[in-house]
């Protein structure tokens, strides 16, 4: 993969499982400077950790890798964790308007469809992780 069709990110193996590999990264200094860091996952915190489920032979804990996924993955990931949960509250939003609600009702529904999406999403973690695919490679 070239730079154009992927992010890549640095990161030191926290642990070696047996089939997957718990990497820390920290944000990158672009991070910093960026005005959408209050919302995005990986600024908003100095150091993340992931699980990535990858051959583990090789690997041991202290080794600085490159964890790449491809832009494709980014934006599936970008659109299920804000750009569906909000068109569901516009959507919503206008719904509640349309039947006649006022204004404080039709606000409250659809804030509160938020809700069981984020829990739906929660419970179907392991299905959702397993359509993201990264890839490890070793830095020396």
């Known amino acids: 993969m070239g730079s154009t069709d992927c992010f890549d990110q640095t990161g030191t193996i926290e642990e070696v499982k047996e089939n997957s590999v718990l990497v820390r990264f920290q944000s990158a200094p672009a991070c910093g400077s960026c005005m959408a860091k209050s919302v995005c996952g990986v600024g ?54 349309m039947l006649g609600y006022n204004d404080l009702i039709s606000g409250l529904i659809s804030l509160v469809v938020l809700l069981p999406y984020y829990l739906a999403l929660y419970f179907l973690r392991e299905k959702v992780n397993k359509q993201f695919i990264f890839t490890l490679s070793k830095l020396n």
């Open 44 to 97: 908003s915190a100095g150091k993340n950790l992931i699980e990535i489920h990858h051959r583990t032979h090789g690997y041991s804990v202290g080794d600085s890798v490159k964890i790449i996924i491809s832009r494709s993955m980014g934006f599936r990931a970008l659109f299920i964790g804000y750009v569906l949960p909000f068109l569901l509250v516009v959507l919503l939003l206008v719904m509640s308007k």
